[in-house]
């Protein structure tokens, strides 16, 4: 009885540390500095994922995209992007 007592608390215990650290964890920051891109007149994403990306230019208008919120591939000049990292 004391021995099933004693491991029901014990996993009680290790849920509520379980809980507090999911609440309480954070991003490391482990991902280095967040890089910015100014748009420039004549720019356009795929023009801006050639030149940043390795690779297939596709890939890289998709992360852009989906880094910066875009619905559209429409970028005006002065515009911040965020370069996925």
């Known amino acids: ?3 099933s007592s004693f491991l029901g608390r014990l996993a009680l215990l ?3 540390a379980l809980l507090l650290w999911a609440l ?3 991003e490391t920051g482990a991902g280095g500095p967040e890089r910015n891109y100014r748009v420039e007149p004549g720019d356009t994403l795929w023009s801006i994922a050639m030149r940043t990306f390795p690779g297939d230019p596709r890939e890289g208008v998709w992360e ?3 880094q ?3 619905e559209t ?3 005006v000049p ?3 992007l965020v370069l996925p990292s």
């Open 64 to 66: 852009l995209r989906e």
């Open 14 to 16: 290790a849920l509520a």
């Open 78 to 80: 002065g515009q911040v």
């Open 24 to 26: 309480f964890a954070g």
């Open 1 to 3: 009885m004391f021995v």
């Open 73 to 75: 591939s429409t970028i």
């Open 68 to 70: 910066n919120d875009l």
